[in-house]
């Protein structure tokens, strides 16, 4: 086995590592933009309505908006526990992806019958999420300039030769000592800023006339017939219908609260680069990289010239904790630090502004799943892996589908017929997940070939990634 770029025994001074980290604001820091908007009052008392949308993120956003925009005369209440895009939807990369199966490669281990209808329907899905961005008037900093994957090590190399657009070191946009290649993907990738676009998808509905209360948890949903039946902190809501858009935090239904596993990503955020530091790298394009290691880097430029640098560590808290004191993890963050400046050692004086965490809601097809329950009067999807930022309006779609019984192409997609392989519960959890990170490690030191508990892992339809 090799020992990958990351893994070489070439550190960053601990002083300098603490130089770049000193200061750094614990929080996300595209949730300090000044033009976020002030939370809506909470729902207090009961009320009725047609459709209930639970879950102020992404998807529930473009679940509460698009059934608007089928029905104007529909009523639609959405609630959020918290505020509106303060989870993963207000501190994610950015990353505007069409891909609806978490890459080729993924797509083709589970979805392979539906993989020429899913193509197609990404591209539909990615189009009308720019389409949608234009017609509402949000300002979420979307921009479309490709993205480019890398190299680090050299059996990346070979996997990217057979690939349209394949660049040496010399003629990549970036320079790093560490790039040994690369292609530059130029249709189906954007960058966003996350909580402008979460911010302006709650203005749109707004102005449709859906009604969202934040601060707003739902503690309990029932069935009653007709009807199912939400209990909040200080009051109820009565639908016809319910959405379940809560990412990875526990279900509402029970059946489903092994299907997601919450894995925190964690992230930096650089000062601002001067247009010298920018010659320096040659980084001069806003367009997304990531390198092609299991355990991989994924990183980009803001509108402001800072550099987002995250991924590489995805960690599981016992007991499938989700608290808000996770959001930090100092070790994580100088592994972090010390990877960012092995690959621009051009920036050494660099320092990081802000460092923070959130939770991913991890299943074990790598993609989203949407399904019904309570006798169809009720809606959900998760899943998403970290590749939600165009996937939630797609599942937002494949839910309204089936709230109204629709047969179309989305509703007979396997992800939305058949729900992944459940993962199991504590105390059998952890140690899995440290066996399943232990075997992805060992993975990048074996050239990227996977070793026999990944391959049993695959067989029985578990899928992993860092």
């Not at 750094?24 to 908007?37: S, V």
């Not at 601060?215 to 809501?237: E, I, N, Q, S």
């Not at 779609?397 to 058949?418: E, H, I, N, Q, S």
Request: with cysteine; charged share 20%; proline share 6%.
């Amino acid at each position: 086995m090799t020992r990958p770029a990351y893994d070489l025994d070439i550190r960053t001074h601990p002083r300098r590592l603490r130089a770049a980290l000193a200061g750094a604001t614990r929080a996300p820091y595209w949730l300090e933009d000044p033009g976020r908007p002030a939370p809506r009052p909470a729902l207090i008392g009961a009320v009725e309505t047609d459709l209930l949308v639970i879950g102020g993120g992404y998807c529930g956003l473009w679940t509460a908006l698009q059934a608007k925009e089928r029905d104007p005369a529909r009523d639609v209440v959405l609630v959020e526990g918290e505020e509106v895009g303060w989870a993963a939807s207000g501190r994610n990369g950015g990353f505007v992806e069409a891909s609806l199966t978490h890459g080729p490669a993924n797509g083709q281990r589970h979805f392979a019958g539906d993989l020429p209808v899913l193509e197609q329907l990404a591209e539909e899905n990615f189009a009308g999420f720019r389409e949608a961005l234009v017609r509402h008037g949000i300002d979420a900093e979307f921009a479309e300039e490709g993205a480019l994957s890398v190299a680090t090590e050299p059996h990346q190399v070979a996997e990217l030769r057979s690939e349209p657009g394949f660049l040496g070191p010399e003629e990549l946009p970036v320079r790093s000592p560490l790039y040994r290649a690369g292609v530059f993907h130029k249709t189906g990738n954007a960058l966003v800023h996350p909580a402008k676009l979460a911010w302006g998808l709650k203005a749109a509905c707004l102005a449709l006339g859906v009604r969202v209360f934040e601060h707003t948890p739902v503690k309990r949903l029932t069935d009653r017939g007709a009807t199912v039946h939400a209990t909040t902190g200080m009051g109820t809501v009565r639908s016809r219908q319910a959405v379940l858009a809560t990412n990875g935090f526990p279900s509402l239904l029970r059946r489903n609260r092994l299907l997601t596993l919450p894995v925190y990503d964690y992230v930096l955020m650089t000062e601002p680069l001067t247009e010298a530091q920018l010659d320096e790298i040659g980084w001069h394009g806003r367009f997304g990289i990531s390198d092609m290691s299991r355990q991989f880097h994924y990183y980009r430029k803001t509108a402001g010239n800072r550099i987002l640098w995250g991924g590489y560590d995805a960690v599981y808290h016992r007991g499938r904790a989700i608290r808000p004191e996770l959001d930090q993890r100092p070790e994580t963050f100088a592994r972090l630090a010390d990877h960012f400046l092995r690959t621009f050692p051009q920036l050494g004086d660099i320092r990081f502004t802000h460092t923070w965490g959130g939770m991913i809601d991890m299943s074990t097809q790598l993609a989203a799943f949407q399904g019904t329950a309570l006798r169809g009067k009720v809606a959900y999807a998760s899943g998403f892996t970290g590749l939600g930022v165009a996937a939630t309006r797609f599942a937002a779609t494949v839910m309204l589908d089936l709230l109204a019984g629709a047969d179309t192409p989305r509703t007979r997609l396997k992800m939305a017929t058949k729900r992944p392989r459940p993962i199991p519960p504590e105390p059998l959890a952890y140690p899995a997940v440290q066996v399943i990170r232990h075997a992805i490690a060992a993975a990048d030191r074996n050239a990227g070939r996977d070793g026999l508990i990944l391959k049993a892992a695959n067989r029985l339809g578990y899928s992993f990634d860092s």
